[in-house]
């Protein structure tokens, strides 16, 4: 056997067991390092391909405009490969975390995630990141050992990367201020290949390529659901020089994203960022409204990258950056701007539909079909995880694998299997 897992080295910046994977693979053509075949996994996955019926913010039959899971996570990739490359990561590992950190999302976005995590409270809850990872390395159908799934068996490094909570409920490190993340990203029952990829990871701190994934999700969708918000016409731009409505924003943000900055650091944010020239102040809906919206929405993100690599080269110098050999440095004015943007977005978007009756009805449909799967024996769940019930010791288990089963649905599949399984259609 070669050397290197894959037949030769994937990069030489990192070891060999970066390179490795849980199962051992035969070697294979030269013609593609480990990273990259573990992009090509990614891009070949049941799970990404689901993305594009899952909602973002908005459902997508409610509009064809706005963007899905899968848009998302392909604007995520795009920004995450660039600055990882940059810095010196490999791109193909954090471009396949990019495209892999949403695929552990249910259907219906957050309030589908709180409505599974009800559902799951008495087997250890329900998180999205977690789901995500045991998707990665048990649910997907691509490697099997011993008759059981190891998922997509994608290379330590690469798995590492998808890590944006590495830890298990509870177990988050304490903050300065004597506070925890609720978030996590590993249930129990998947222990064993988590202790797996973290071995010689120090304890709750994310590799480089974790961060910059981290980090391109923030700047996409703080960018990209503005944008969304101004082109479909439910944020009108002129309304952000008004100090009331202003000072609303800044309480929603705050009440969303928590007090890593304050108010003053969220409102000095938005004077800068509306005194720049490409600062969208009106939308028509013409031409050139969008060239220039989405001129904006390129010159942030060029914006936020280049301050971020700037203040982390003056970390870490002009090294390549990657695992566990730097931490990326996030200047607190674009920590700023970033959130101010988030907070846009909640005032105008997701805060109001908190309480509109659909949210409702989400929930509702996600719990039917819990009930309803739960009482079917088994029946009624697709044929891989109808063979996961049959193998479960106990009640706690079979629960486990209607979550997994309820998780794997889109939008689209939701409402059909509730017409179907519950005898009625819902208005989704």
């Not at 609720?182 to 973290?198: I, P």
């Not at 390549?320 to 846009?344: F, H, Q």
Request: glycine share 8%; aromatic share 6%; net charge negative.
């Amino acid at each position: 056997m070669s050397e290197y897992p894959e037949g030769r080295s994937a990069d030489p910046a990192y070891d060999l067991p970066s390179q490795r994977r849980f199962l051992d693979e035969p070697p294979k053509s030269l013609a593609r390092t480990a990273f990259e075949r573990d992009r090509a996994r990614m891009l070949h996955s049941a799970g990404l391909r689901r993305l594009g019926a899952k909602t973002q913010v908005l459902g997508p039959s409610q509009d064809d405009f706005v963007r899905t899971r899968l848009t998302h996570s392909l604007e995520v990739a795009q920004i995450g490969r660039e600055l990882g490359k940059i810095l010196g990561c490999n791109p193909d590992v954090v471009e396949t975390a990019c495209l892999a950190h949403d695929i552990g999302h249910p259907p219906f976005g957050h309030n589908g995630e709180r409505a599974l995590n009800e559902v799951a409270r008495s087997i250890g809850g329900f998180e999205g990141n977690a789901q995500t990872l045991r998707l990665l390395t048990r649910l997907e159908a691509k490697a099997l050992s011993n008759d059981r799934s190891v998922g997509l068996n994608l290379t330590r490094a690469s798995l590492d990367a998808t890590c944006k909570y590495p830890w298990a409920a509870g177990a988050a490190p304490v903050r300065p201020d004597g506070s925890q993340s609720t978030k996590y990203g590993v249930y129990q029952e998947d222990a064993e290949v988590f202790g797996w990829l973290r071995t010689g990871a120090p304890y709750g701190q994310r590799c480089i390529e974790a961060q910059v994934m981290d980090l391109s999700d923030d700047v996409a969708y703080s960018v990209h659901d503005v944008e969304d918000a101004i082109a479909s016409g439910r944020l009108d731009p002129r309304l952000l020089v008004d100090d009331r409505l202003i000072a609303r924003v800044i309480e929603d943000t705050l009440a969303w994203y928590g007090s890593a900055v304050t108010a003053d650091d969220l409102a000095q944010a938005l004077q800068r960022l509306a005194a720049e020239p490409y600062w969208v102040s009106e939308f028509t809906g013409s031409r050139s409204d969008l060239a220039q919206l989405k001129n904006m929405t390129s010159q942030l993100i060029g914006r936020w990258c280049a301050n971020v690599e700037e203040a982390t080269r003056a970390a870490h110098g002009e090294g390549r950056l990657v695992r566990y050999n730097a931490s990326l440095v996030i200047p607190d004015e674009t920590l700023a701007e970033i959130t101010m943007m988030k907070g846009i977005s909640v005032h105008f978007v997701m805060a109001p539909r908190e309480a509109e009756p659909l949210y409702l009805t989400q929930r509702t449909t996600l719990f039917d079909l819990a009930d309803a799967l739960m009482n079917s024996n088994g029946a009624d769940l697709e044929p891989a995880f109808a063979a996961d019930w049959h193998a479960a010791s106990g009640e706690s288990e079979r629960l486990r694998v209607v979550v997994d089963q309820l998780a794997s649905l889109t939008d689209t599949s939701a409402r059909q299997w509730h017409a179907r399984l519950c005898g009625m259609f819902s208005e989704l």
